[in-house]
């Protein structure tokens, strides 16, 4: 099993360095990523948006809808952890199976089938 | 909640160099259009100067700037970025295209401070997001 | 762009990723997880992307170590990675 392992491993990192030969250059002005939307990028951002940095001009205006969309993944990113971590304190002896956070709360030991890892030692904010 | 380390190094160090983090990150957002940087990474140092004041500081930090608070920057940051882009479309635009945002300015300067808008909110939703989830991470479980 | 330090940086940095792995007190993984993520901004900063490595060493050096931390106070210290499968 483990030979087999190293052996695959070795094969699709050969398989990917072999494959790596036929990229362009690193900054050659031939490649394809420097052909197509690049050169409108760089020959007309200043004139377009009065803007010296070439990036805050493609991230902030040719490409805002992009940065909009990454924006509200990190919000949603936030409300998934504080709505997975805080939980109301009314329902701690009822067994919520649609819980996802059962198993993180100080109860987590208690319940039947459930929390596998009680967290040891007084949990964050319990004192003070 | 965090309670607070009873240091008078850490006190006296983490007062004097927030504020200093704070106005750096603060030329990050909105020095853009001329330095690398912008909304993403001066969100991200404005919420690592609130972190260290909630590590260092404590209970008083939290009266300051309350759990809550950064939920609500993030958004009203978001409400603001779409606000701005359904103006545009308002004025005969598609969907975040700033040069038709407000009708009677030129394009190209309108451009310039779309970029300037963008920016800045998007620093005031990540300082927000970032926030909360600290405080989510660090008040795990219980509420409040 | 020069290629030895581009060659230096790359090999610390694959000595720091192995390092994390194996490393068994978890607290040292994300000190070395840090570090990491510093010389990647490095590398970032020398192939000449200063945006993307004001990114990294404000997120990765600063931001995922402090999140780590506080996760790492909720779990146990020790790996115990090793002592089920092996």
Known sequence: MRPMGVLLVVLVCGFFLWGTGGLPERGDPEGPAHTHVAVYYIENALADSETYNMVAAVLADYRVFDTFGEAVVVVAAALSVLLILLRRREDEDVPDHRSVAKGMGPEAGKEPGGGTTPPSGPVLGGDS | ?144 | MIWEIDLWLMIILIMFAILALEVKDLLAAVGILTGYSFLMALLFAEYGAPDVALTEAALGAALTGIFLLVTLRFVSRKDSDGEEDS
Not at chain 2, 9 to 14: K, M, P
Not at chain 2, 18 to 38: E, K, S
Not at chain 2, 41 to 60: C, D, F, K, N, Y
Request: net charge negative.
């Open chain 2, 1 to 144: 909640m965090t309670s607070r380390y009873d240091s008078l190094f850490l006190d006296v160090v983490s007062r004097a160099i927030v504020p200093l983090i704070q106005i750096f990150a603060l030329y990050v957002v909105t020095h853009g259009h001329y330095d690398p940087g912008g909304g993403f990474q001066g969100g991200v140092m404005l919420a690592a100067s609130t972190i260290l004041l909630r590590i260092s500081q404590g209970e008083e930090s939290y009266r300051r700037f309350s759990p809550s608070a950064g939920l609500y920057l993030a958004g009203f940051a978001t409400l603001g970025i779409a606000l701005w882009g359904f103006s545009s479309m308002l004025f005969g635009g598609t969907f975040l295209e700033h040069g038709y945002a407000i009708p009677g300015i030129d394009g190209v300067t309108l451009r310039y401070w779309g970029i300037f808008v963008v920016e800045v909110l998007i620093g005031f939703l990540v300082w927000g997001s970032l926030v909360a989830i600290y405080d989510g991470l660090t008040t795990g479980g219980m509420d409040e």
